[in-house]
Structures are given as C-alpha cells and as structure tokens.
C-alpha cells in the first residue's frame, strides 16, 4: 500500500502539511528514522500514528502502513489512537471518580496495564464492547472508579 493510494483512497482533497525535523548526530544513539502522522478532526481530536525506518522499509513503504494504523484507529471508533489508550490507564486509575474512554481494539499494552493498575492499588476496571458507538465494530469503552489520590503537599486555594 502506498502513502499516495491510502490518502488519496480515504481523504482526497485533504491538504496535509509536511513537517521535517532533524536531530544532530550527538543528540541521538544509532542510526534511523521514523515518522510520525498526525491527523485532526473537525472537533479537533488528534489521533495519530508512528513508525520507525530502517534500511529494511523504505520510506514509501513505511509510510502506507503507517497511515493505515491510522486509518485501522479512525474506523474503529475510539476516541483516542491505540498508542495513547495504555497511556490513560494510570490517570484513570489515580483519578477521583468514575472516568471511561472509548477506545479500537485494545493493545496488549492496554490490557497489561490496567493488570498492572489493579494489581498495584484498588483501582477497577471494567472493560464493555460499545454497541451504541456507530463509528466501528471494535469499539470498546474502558471505564474505571478510581482511588481518589489527592496530594497531601499540595495546598488547595
């Protein structure tokens, strides 16, 4: 799958921005690239989607399955990309209250974390399929009632 073929197959007419950055040889360990593709809604959600080059992938390669991954996290519903869903994980856990999320398929990451979460405090996590989500198949909802951790050194005003 090409970059061309997958952009122009599901946003065509669509103006997407190219932004290049470089990092000197002294602040970097080995050799590569990667590649990072952001995608924002019209409310202004930003999903997105990352790959690491090698010799091994070229450029145009890594791009059309990059923006596939990207493409797999916007039909399935979520409200956040499958790279970020094992991020949230912790704050729900921390967090005051009920917190839910609406996420694709969940990563093996995701589900290590929340094993991870409840093993470690009494936070709990109950994990639904989404039948009311009409954006996707694998859409799932993560919600959690967590601890209620409050800063004892942080006064409130």
């Known amino acids: 799958v090409s970059t ?10 669509t ?12 602040r970097c360990f080995g050799n590569g690239w990667g590649l990072m ?17 090698s010799l091994i992938f070229s450029p145009e390669d890594l791009a059309g399955e990059t923006a ?6 916007i039909d399935e519903g979520g409200c956040v990309d499958s790279y970020m869903q094992d991020q949230l994980i912790i704050f729900m856990a921390l ?23 409840e093993s470690l405090t009494e936070a709990q996590f109950c994990i639904t ?10 859409s799932y909802l993560i919600q959690c009632k967590g601890i209620g951790l409050k800063n004892a050194y942080f006064e409130s005003k």
């Open 4 to 13: 061309q073929s997958t952009g122009k197959r599901r946003f065509s007419g």
């Open 15 to 26: 103006h997407v921005p190219v932004k290049r950055s470089f990092a000197r040889e002294e």
């Open 37 to 53: 593709i952001t995608m924002e809604t019209t409310t202004g959600c930003r999903l997105t989607s990352c790959g690491n080059g």
């Open 68 to 73: 596939e991954r990207l493409i797999c996290d």
């Open 95 to 117: 967090a005051d209250g009920v917190s839910t999320v609406r996420t694709g398929s969940l990563t093996l990451h995701t589900k290590t974390a929340i094993h991870v979460v």
């Open 129 to 138: 399929k989404d039948e009311n989500c009409n954006l996707g198949e694998s």
